[in-house]
């Protein structure tokens, strides 16, 4: 071999640290011997890898990020081949790192992944939440293994499938005038106090929503996580509207609130899964089978606000 697994480590972790000090100590070796494997590789592939800076500092390249992803895989497999030998091809083990636009995810996501983790003992997650553009730019950087996210102006790259589709709902306290309705017509907002959820997308989404039918908005406040936009709810400050409903019925405040479905017809937002295709590792496709088995299964209609469902 021209190249060790470990100089391909060695520069794998002083790219990730953007440091040949900080990745010799985290190696435990001296700067000099990560400063020889960065040129070693770069010699190898007849490419600049990596920018240096004074003080030992260093960022890749646009070719030493792709070369990252393929160098973290190869070690993540190596390392595979050592643990488990024979069963490599059906090896469950290793870190999966999956980045998250879904408000509600952790109503569901523990379902999902539960039985994986029981099952797999040597598996390592790591849930990164964002919004819409962050997590669809970190699968393209390598950050996520999966991402589920809102299938809205959608990366060249990402291959996706569709979990659930869900329409928008009204929230209010349930002291409110309108908590008795069975249904609403969107014009019934007209002058009513809002609390919009405001991030990336979702913002512009619920906003288009409401002057395209002509309603005088009153936004009397905005939120960025959804609890908060339930919390301020359950508090009387508002109605708000959203998508997806958690299974329990309160805020974190420990007010009652009540979701009621809207008998205009409404644009849904997709929820859907995102990966980068290709030849995955078992433990992504593991885990892409687990999403869609969940959100084909009977379950998850408590996530879908809909005429004949009033609790």
């Known amino acids: 071999m021209r190249l060790s697994i470990k100089a391909l480590q060695y520069f794998l972790i002083a790219c990730e640290q953007k440091s040949i000090v900080n990745a010799a100590k985290i190696l435990n070796v001296v700067p000099s011997a990560v400063s020889v494997a960065i040129d070693n590789v770069e010699q190898e592939f007849a490419l600049k890898l990596v920018q240096r800076y004074p003080a030992k500092g260093l960022g890749p390249t646009a070719a030493g990020i792709q070369l990252m992803k393929k160098i973290r895989l190869l070690i993540e497999e190596y390392n595979n081949l050592i643990s488990e030998g024979v069963e490599l091809r059906t090896a469950l083990s290793g870190n999966l790192s999956i980045g998250y636009y879904a408000p509600v995810a952790p109503a569901f996501m523990p379902a999902i992944i539960g039985p994986l983790i029981k099952q797999n003992p040597d598996v390592k997650l790591k849930f990164t939440e964002c919004d819409n553009e962050q997590v669809q730019a970190g699968l393209l950087g390598g950050k996520y293994d999966c991402i589920v996210f809102v299938a809205e102006n959608v990366r060249n790259g990402i291959e996706y499938e569709t979990l659930i589709e869900v329409p928008p709902y009204l929230l209010v306290s349930a002291e409110h005038p309108l908590a008795d309705r069975q249904k609403i017509d969107i014009s019934e907002l007209h002058d009513l106090p809002l609390v919009l959820l405001d991030l990336p997308f979702t913002s512009e989404y619920y906003r288009s929503m409401i002057e395209q039918h002509s309603v005088e908005a009153n936004i009397v ?12 709810v359950g508090a009387g400050i508002g109605c708000s509207i959203l998508n997806m409903r958690p299974i329990i019925s309160k805020s974190y405040a420990g007010n009652e609130l009540k979701a009621i479905p809207f008998s205009t017809p409404l644009r849904p937002l997709k929820l859907v899964l995102g990966h980068m295709g290709g ?3 078992r433990l992504v496709e593991v885990f892409r089978t687990a999403c869609n088995d969940y ?5 998850i209609e408590w996530l879908i606000v809909k005429d004949d469902i009033t609790k």
């Open 295 to 299: 959100f084909s299964s009977p379950s």
């Open 279 to 281: 030849n995955e590792r």
């Open 221 to 232: 406040a905005t939120a960025s996580t959804t609890e908060m936009v339930r919390s301020l």
